[in-house]
């Protein structure tokens, strides 16, 4: 079978998992059945997995369209999206119509049985659960640090510069 490997990673979580482009490939191509080969890796470098905005994403599914390969193959589940919504619909819907299948390095799941379905929809709900978890810490960081007076932003106010401790100071 012909597959298109799909990459990403977010800034952040390329310094604080390690999952980073490299491993990412790695792990795809061996796990790729014998004699399976690579038609494109689809890579898209610093992009959140939070929507469908991604330009090698968007490569990825007009190709998909016009039958330039039979399967996309991910590290894991949650590097194709962080929306349960919008892996689901990726999945189950764009990759079905266009007679593709899907495929992850790390965890084992065949979509074309309900069970397989089953197991996949439950993964993207972690994926869409982890991401939710992440946005609340953000949150709740900012919130805390702005209570202690620390400048969020990276441009201080007219009249004012930020200190050592990014704490405004009157210039």
């Known amino acids: ?12 979580e390329q310094a604080e998992k390690g999952t980073s482009l490299q491993i990412q490939q790695e792990r795809i191509e061996a796990a790729l059945p014998k004699g399976d080969r690579v038609y494109r890796i689809y890579k898209d470098d610093g992009y959140t ?12 599914l007009q190709d998909a369209k016009v039958g330039k390969f ?6 894991r589940t949650d590097r194709l999206g ?10 189950l819907d ?3 119509r266009c007679g593709v299948v899907f ?3 790390a965890e084992p799941y065949d979509t ?3 069970q397989g379905k089953l197991f996949f929809v439950q993964l993207a709900s972690f994926a869409d659960f982890e991401r939710s978890v992440i946005v609340e810490r953000y949150r709740e960081g900012r919130r805390r640090r702005a209570g202690e007076g620390v400048w969020m932003s990276w441009v201080p106010p007219y009249g004012y510069r930020k200190g050592k401790d990014r704490k405004l100071e009157i210039e």
């Open 1 to 12: 079978m012909i597959w298109a490997a799909y990459l990403r990673v977010s800034t952040d």
């Open 112 to 114: 074309s049985t309900p």
């Open 103 to 105: 495929k992850s390095a």
């Open 94 to 96: 764009e990759f079905e």
């Open 49 to 60: 997995g939070a929507n469908l905005n991604r330009p090698a994403l968007q490569r990825l």
């Open 82 to 91: 962080r929306s349960i919504k919008d892996i689901v619909r990726l999945v």
């Open 70 to 75: 039979g399967g996309v193959i991910v590290y």
